[in-house]
């Protein structure tokens, strides 16, 4: 790595990132069904009809886990919780078994020193919840408070940060307009409704645990940077609309108490009844605000109904996600950011990483993470109160639609041995993350 501990402010926190439904094993342990669960048993949903009923087995190899992100001298663990595993119909009786598996988790996180970062919820939402509309369901919000304060009761006390959702574009835009993820939905009325009630989801989480009195409560979006194709004014206003969309429509929401005008354009017929109403809630103030950033995206017009836009391929080095690697967008983002919402908020990147085909040997990992932290760098230098970077991901893992192919992980994991191996981005990692070498 070119980059050390040493070359950051003092304060600075370098974690790591998971999700429940990727790695813990779904199986195990009376969690409940979720939409996710039933989205991969749909045939062509799920690259070799692969699900996350056993993962990476973390729900019994957690112990082993948490070894490795202290032994690469991580300070902080980002985990998710899984809202089926502690109530298997979303609502109604309590699963002890998965409360008392994030008692353990957090007790041992606290073990080894590494601070517990939790979001509470990382897209695999109770089967019974997604048969009474799911995100598109106002009462969600509410279902998803009670959730909160189920599991933060339990572990709240012991946790670094907290947030609620974990990108909400993903939640609603991608699942519910794209169709590539859980639910598996292509209508825009049920999208538009996911996009707002996310955000309300988020609002009364926060305000759930502000009763529980907890602080260091954030709000976590993932942003793609948006460019015009080409220098033609239909280019233009479709980049535009995509950074509304993507980026723009939940952190003005969050931080704004409003959404983009050229979203709105397309959205707003298919919004609730009385939307404005929720900007207080939706707008709850939190400690921090976390970005995840991986690519950017060329963007043009294109001829079909809104939001008539879509994406071209780029000319920069891709990942093995086929995604561009463009280090610049993400001081670009942190600046913005920092600039037009969230002025003197500590800023965190909660996630960055690359997928690689290289099971061991991953130089390109190593220089895509050189080549970010040379951009979080840049950004502080501008001013911008970043306080953490978190990495995605500890382990290669179940990739949504894409299943096991698809490898994040700093640890390689054989899909049949099990067996955790770290790779040279993590030894890397391991030799940069040695406490002040100066003395």
Same mark, same amino acid.
């Given at each position: 790595?070119k980059y050390?501990?040493?070359? %950051?402010?003092?304060?600075?926190?370098f974690?790591v990132a998971?999700s429940a439904?990727q790695?813990? $094993?779904?199986?195990?342990?009376?969690? $409940? /069904?979720?939409h996710w669960d039933?989205f991969a048993?749909?045939?062509?949903n799920v690259?070799?009809a692969?699900?996350?009923?056993?993962?990476c087995?973390h729900?019994?190899?957690?112990?082993?886990d948490?070894?490795l992100?202290?032994?690469?001298?991580f300070?902080?663990?980002r985990f998710s919780?899984s809202?089926a595993?502690?109530?298997?119909?979303?609502?109604?009786?309590?699963? /002890?078994?998965g409360?008392?598996f994030?008692?353990?988790l957090?007790?041992?996180?606290?073990?080894?020193?590494?601070?517990?970062?939790?979001?509470?919820?990382?897209?695999e939402?109770?089967?019974?919840l997604?048969d009474?509309? $799911?995100?598109r369901n106002?009462?969600i919000a509410n279902?998803f408070?009670?959730?909160?304060e189920i599991?933060?009761g339990?572990?709240?006390?012991?946790?670094?940060s907290?947030a609620?959702v974990?990108?909400?574009?993903?939640v609603?835009w991608?699942?519910?307009f794209?169709?590539?993820h859980a639910?598996?939905?292509?209508?825009?009325?049920?999208?538009a409704r996911?996009?707002?009630?996310?955000?309300?989801?988020h609002g009364?989480a926060?305000?759930?645990m502000?009763g529980?009195?907890?602080?260091?409560?954030g709000?976590?979006f993932n942003?793609?940077?948006a460019?015009?194709a080409d220098?033609?004014s239909?280019a233009?206003?479709?980049?535009a609309?995509?950074?509304?969309?993507?980026n723009r429509?939940?952190?003005?929401?969050?931080?704004k108490k409003?959404?983009?005008?050229?979203?709105l354009?397309?959205?707003?017929?298919?919004?609730p009844?009385?939307?404005q109403?929720?900007?207080d809630?939706?707008?709850?103030?939190?400690d921090?605000? $976390?970005?995840n950033?991986?690519t950017?995206?060329?963007?043009?017009r294109a001829?079909?109904?809104?939001?008539s836009l +879509?994406?071209?391929p780029?000319?920069?080095?891709?990942?093995?996600?086929?995604?561009?690697?463009?280090?610049?967008?993400?001081?670009?983002?942190l600046i913005r950011?920092?600039?037009e919402? +969230?002025g003197?908020?500590?800023?965190?990147v909660t996630e960055?990483?690359?997928a690689s085909?290289?099971?061991?040997?991953?130089?390109?990992?190593?220089?895509?993470l050189?080549?970010h932290?040379?951009e979080?760098?840049?950004a502080?230098?501008?001013?911008?109160?970043?306080?953490?970077y %978190?990495?995605w991901?500890?382990l290669?893992?179940y990739?949504w639609a894409?299943?096991?192919?698809?490898r994040f992980?700093?640890?390689d994991?054989?899909?049949?041995?099990l067996e955790?191996?770290?790779?040279?981005?993590?030894?890397?990692?391991?030799?940069?993350l040695v406490?002040?070498?100066?003395g």
């Open positions: 790595m050390k501990r040493a070359d %950051f402010p003092p304060d600075f926190q974690g998971t439904y790695i813990e $094993g779904h199986a195990n342990g009376g969690a $409940g /069904q979720t039933s048993a749909t045939p062509g690259a070799n692969e699900n996350g009923d056993l993962a087995d729900y019994n190899r957690f112990e082993q948490l070894d992100i202290r032994g690469a001298g300070d902080c663990y919780t809202w595993r502690v109530l298997p119909e979303g609502r109604g009786p309590i699963n /002890q078994q409360l008392d994030y008692d353990r957090t007790d041992a996180l606290l073990k080894r020193g590494i601070k517990p970062c939790a979001t509470l919820y990382h897209w939402l109770p089967s019974p997604a009474l509309g $799911g995100w106002r009462d279902w408070a009670d959730f909160t599991i933060m339990r572990i709240g006390d012991r946790m670094f907290v609620p974990n990108e909400p574009w993903c609603s991608l699942s519910h794209e169709g590539q639910p598996g939905l292509r209508d825009i009325r049920a999208t996911a996009m707002h009630h996310v955000l309300l989801a009364r926060i305000e759930t502000r529980l009195g907890m602080s260091n409560l709000a976590v942003l793609e940077w460019e015009p220098d033609s239909e233009q206003t479709a980049a609309l995509y950074d509304g969309i993507y429509f939940f952190l003005g929401g969050a931080f409003s959404y983009p005008q050229n979203v354009e397309g959205l707003e017929p298919h919004l009844d009385k939307w109403d929720d900007f809630t939706i707008a709850a103030p939190v921090w605000c $976390g970005l950033y991986y950017r995206k060329l963007i043009t001829d079909t109904s809104w939001p +879509t994406d071209v780029g000319p920069l080095p891709k990942t093995q996600m086929g995604w561009e690697i463009d280090p610049a967008a993400l001081s670009r983002f950011t920092a600039q919402y +969230t003197d908020l500590p800023i965190y960055n990483g690359m085909a290289e099971r061991q040997n991953d130089a390109d990992r190593i220089d895509y050189n080549q932290l040379a979080v760098c840049n502080l230098d501008h001013g911008v109160p970043i306080k953490g %978190f990495i991901s500890l290669d893992n990739e894409l299943g096991y192919e698809k992980g700093l640890v994991v054989d899909f049949e041995t955790r191996r770290p790779k040279d981005s993590y030894r890397a990692l391991q030799a940069a406490r002040d070498q100066s």
